[in-house]
């Protein structure tokens, strides 16, 4: 519109200030904006005025807890006040707590009910501030890791209803710009600083965790394992550092947050819960979402040593984390937040992010009709139209899943590994040889890996050093998804 508007540009214009990162960061700031538009018809500031923040499809915690918890009254978390998240978001927490004192009146249990609306809504919008500037570095992370589709990357975050709908849920983006910080050290190959990010994204939340035994058998396929031990030692120190003050302050508020998700059965959004629903509850529905994570974790196992390439780290860390999300005991709509840049980063396709997209505002429609009691027929019987929102959000999980583990077995279907591109947040693994494999290569056929091949008909386990290399085939090339430019000035990682 500059140009059509505009003119032709002049003699010192360019056309990255119009396609390039800059525009990511303004469309974000739009999501944003969208987003608190959104949220702002919940925010209540008379005590005299109850507000339906679930029927207006606009609930966020908060505020809500803001209150519930007793941070209102001066209350601490973790000491005085129980907290059902780990250490490093509770921290995030007081640090906007005392911020919330600073502009607001000090916390103590003699306000008035007005004075403590009043700082919950300032201790709201502090949140919302410190959490969008999460969100902008989110961004940022993401674009950088996008390689030469880096337009598509950062986009794909930028815009996403997902975020329009739920960054304010919770306190979710948080932990999952830490988590693509250390995906983005770990790509500039910074395994010591990646690993205090891990270490950092860990005791925020604990998914984060889930990436690092994929990553450890990347480098066990490719002998990085003193990489892996340069990220792991750092990481372990990390999570350490932020949790034994706690810990030795208040053990029992420390041990909290492990309690109650152990205790915790059937929940929202899990198919255990529809089970439950439908009058056939699960036993012990936290014992069975261990074993189908074992087994789930022993399957992508598999997958990176029987792959005829080795795996790129985002295509691994987005099958993890789904797996998680899809067997877990609960799968609050926030948590699509985890999966988003992580699909973005494993398969940065239009087609697969709207239909990701799609999904999980399908659920968020619905799991608030269902709390709120709209979605039940008119005879009283169960609101099924929730089942089926559940079931279309984990089939489509699943549905992704397969897409990403085809492209895992066949490469040349990989839309980021078209022309001869390896891993672009690969970090010490990007170009590495494979050391170790377990696959089996038909007769006739090349081998799956792109620098040897094995004699037609064999198996290969174990180090594959003695095969004779040849020159990678060209994969084939996947239909253009970025419509964006190749390249923004900035050396991009390889």
């Not at 261990?290 to 997958?303: N, P, Y």
């Not at 549905?399 to 490469?411: A, G, T």
Request: hydrophobic fraction near 50%.
């Amino acid at each position: 519109m500059l140009r059509r508007l505009g003119g032709p540009l002049g003699r010192h214009a360019g056309s990255r200030l119009v396609l390039g990162p800059a525009v990511i960061l303004v469309l974000a700031t739009l999501s944003w904006l969208v987003l608190m538009g959104h949220q702002s018809s919940c925010r209540q500031t008379d005590p005299n005025t109850s507000i339906n923040a679930i029927a207006r499809l606009c609930y966020t915690d908060i505020p809500v807890l803001y209150q519930a918890r007793g941070l209102s009254e001066g209350q601490v978390v973790y000491v005085t006040a129980q907290w059902e998240y780990p250490v490093l978001t509770g921290g995030f927490v007081d640090v906007a707590r005392r911020i919330t004192d600073l502009f607001g009146t000090p916390a103590s249990p003699n306000l008035t009910p007005q004075q403590v609306l009043t700082n919950a809504d300032i201790f709201y919008s502090v949140c919302a501030f410190m959490l969008f500037a999460c969100f902008l570095a989110l961004v940022v992370l993401q674009r950088h890791m996008g390689g030469k589709r880096w337009w598509a990357t950062g986009l794909m975050v930028a815009v996403a209803p997902v975020v329009m709908a739920e960054g304010l849920i919770n306190w979710d983006i948080f932990a999952v710009v830490l988590a693509a910080a250390a995906l983005f050290t770990w790509s500039r190959k910074h395994p010591y600083a990646s690993g205090i990010f891990f270490g950092l994204a860990v005791a925020a939340k604990l998914y984060p965790l889930f990436i690092l035994g994929p990553l450890l058998l990347l480098c066990l396929r490719s002998r990085r394992l003193r990489d892996f031990g340069k990220l792991l030692l750092p990481a372990a120190v990390t999570w350490l550092l932020v949790n034994m003050p706690v810990f030795f302050a208040s053990p029992s508020g420390w041990l909290y947050f492990w309690q109650f998700n152990v205790d915790r059965g059937a929940d929202l959004g899990s198919v255990w819960y529809v089970m439950s629903l439908a009058g056939l509850p699960v036993p012990n529905p936290g014992m069975w979402s261990f074993l189908l994570m074992v087994l789930g974790c022993i399957g992508i196992a598999a997958l990176i040593f029987l792959a005829p390439r080795r795996p790129r780290v985002g295509q691994v860390a987005f099958l993890i984390v789904a797996l998680f999300l899809i067997v877990n005991k609960v799968y609050s709509p926030q948590y699509a937040l985890w999966m988003l840049p992580l699909l973005a980063l494993a398969r940065p396709t239009w087609r697969e992010w709207a239909i990701f997209n799609v999904a999980e505002v399908a659920y968020y429609f619905a799991i608030w009709g269902h709390l709120a009691g709209t979605l039940h027929p008119g005879d009283g019987g169960p609101d099924r139209v929730y089942w089926l929102a559940v079931f279309l959000r984990v089939g489509v999980s699943i549905w992704l899943m397969i897409v990403v583990i085809n492209d895992l077995m066949n490469p040349g279907e990989d839309p980021v590994r078209e022309d001869g591109v390896d891993d672009p947040i690969g970090g010490p693994l990007d170009g590495a040889r494979d050391a170790w494999s377990l696959r089996l290569v038909a007769a006739g056929a090349e081998s799956a890996s792109p620098l040897r091949s094995a004699p037609s008909g064999s198996v290969v386990y174990g180090p594959v050093d003695t095969l004779h290399e040849q020159r990678p085939s060209a994969p084939r090339r996947a239909l253009p998804d970025d419509p964006g430019p190749e390249a923004d000035g900035l050396d991009q990682p390889r």
